[in-house]
């Protein structure tokens, strides 16, 4: 619930009956605590994606003459720490590198690098005109960030840029609603304000050497995999191009 102090003094006894009508008794059998032990459901789920769901780069034809274009893989096993730092990263590819290539270059409508924390990368175009160039920039960017980290020992104004959209992204300001929004997938994350305290001071001091790093993760990602929807002759295209996918058939 979002609001002021005079809405919720408002709607106060409103709330305590609704929360003391609810089914349950607080001193009964507690449920499994599924933050520290693994769902029954999610166990069977991967056994059967691992032998049933294989890893394999996916092509789904429609009759389009654009693509979409994904990619993506494990950066971060799991239990490993993930710094501040790869939110900066991201971002200068997806601004940088992708914008530059996919977008302006290769005439695609958008270019998207994103990281989420639980370790995954994922680079992504929208109503793209290539397929298999497209997948080749993916390939093509822990190469450029390599560079691109020798380039920002020798530019410090440049990096103070790339943290600065970073934290933008971070602390940007939210209307009630979003507020809302926003406090209650941090309520179930479990996200602490001292650990996004933690993860903004490792934003801003993100070295140059953080990017090598970066670089280095995505040049041996784990599991990479393709997703793309497109027409069938730009998949034949792709498989000149030496990009072969496991096709399936939409309309």
Same mark, same amino acid.
């Given at each position: 619930?979002?609001?002021?102090?005079?809405?919720?003094?408002?709607? +106060?006894?409103?709330?305590?009956?609704?929360?003391?009508?609810?089914?349950?008794?607080?001193?009964?059998?507690?449920?499994?605590?599924?933050?520290?032990?693994?769902?029954?459901? *999610?166990?069977?789920?991967?056994?059967?994606?691992? $032998?049933?769901?294989?890893?394999?780069?996916?092509?789904?034809?429609?009759?389009?003459?654009?693509?979409?274009?994904?990619?993506?893989?494990? =950066?971060?096993?799991?239990?490993?720490?993930?710094?501040?730092?790869?939110?900066?990263?991201?971002?200068?590819?997806? $601004?940088?590198?992708?914008?530059?290539?996919?977008?302006?270059?290769?005439?695609?409508?958008?270019?998207?690098? +994103?990281?989420?924390?639980?370790?995954?990368?994922?680079?992504?175009?929208?109503?793209?005109?290539?397929?298999?160039? $497209?997948?080749?920039?993916?390939?093509?960017?822990?190469?450029? =960030?390599?560079?691109?980290?020798?380039?920002?020992?020798?530019?410090?104004?440049? =990096?103070?840029?790339?943290?600065?959209?970073?934290?933008?992204?971070?602390?940007?300001?939210?209307?009630?609603?979003?507020?809302?929004?926003?406090?209650?997938?941090?309520?179930?994350?479990?996200? $602490?304000?001292? +650990?996004?305290?933690?993860?903004?001071?490792?934003?801003?001091?993100?070295?140059?050497?953080?990017?090598?790093?970066?670089?280095?993760? =995505? +040049?041996?990602?784990?599991?990479?995999?393709? *997703?793309?929807?497109?027409?069938?002759?730009?998949?034949?295209? *792709?498989?000149?191009?030496?990009?072969?996918?496991?096709?399936?058939?939409?309309?």
């Amino acid at each position: 619930i979002t609001g002021d102090a005079a809405v919720f003094e408002k709607i +106060q006894p409103s709330v305590e009956k609704f929360l003391g009508d609810l089914p349950g008794d607080s001193n009964a059998e507690q449920l499994q605590n599924f933050y520290s032990e693994p769902h029954p459901w *999610a166990i069977q789920a991967k056994e059967e994606m691992a $032998t049933e769901a294989p890893i394999v780069d996916e092509g789904f034809v429609v009759p389009t003459q654009v693509s979409y274009v994904g990619k993506g893989g494990r =950066l971060y096993s799991k239990g490993e720490a993930v710094s501040g730092s790869t939110s900066v990263i991201s971002r200068f590819l997806g $601004t940088g590198y992708m914008w530059d290539n996919v977008r302006v270059m290769g005439g695609a409508y958008g270019g998207f690098a +994103q990281f989420s924390k639980d370790g995954i990368f994922s680079f992504l175009s929208y109503r793209d005109p290539n397929l298999a160039d $497209t997948i080749d920039v993916y390939d093509g960017a822990s190469k450029a =960030l390599l560079a691109s980290a020798s380039d920002l020992e020798n530019d410090p104004d440049a =990096l103070a840029t790339a943290i600065i959209g970073a934290i933008g992204d971070m602390d940007g300001a939210l209307g009630p609603d979003q507020k809302g929004s926003v406090q209650f997938s941090r309520w179930l994350a479990r996200e $602490t304000p001292e +650990q996004r305290q933690k993860f903004r001071d490792e934003i801003l001091s993100t070295k140059p050497s953080d990017f090598k790093d970066f670089a280095e993760r =995505l +040049q041996a990602l784990k599991d990479p995999s393709s *997703a793309v929807v497109s027409s069938k002759s730009a998949f034949e295209d *792709a498989e000149k191009a030496g990009k072969s996918f496991t096709l399936t058939d939409i309309m």
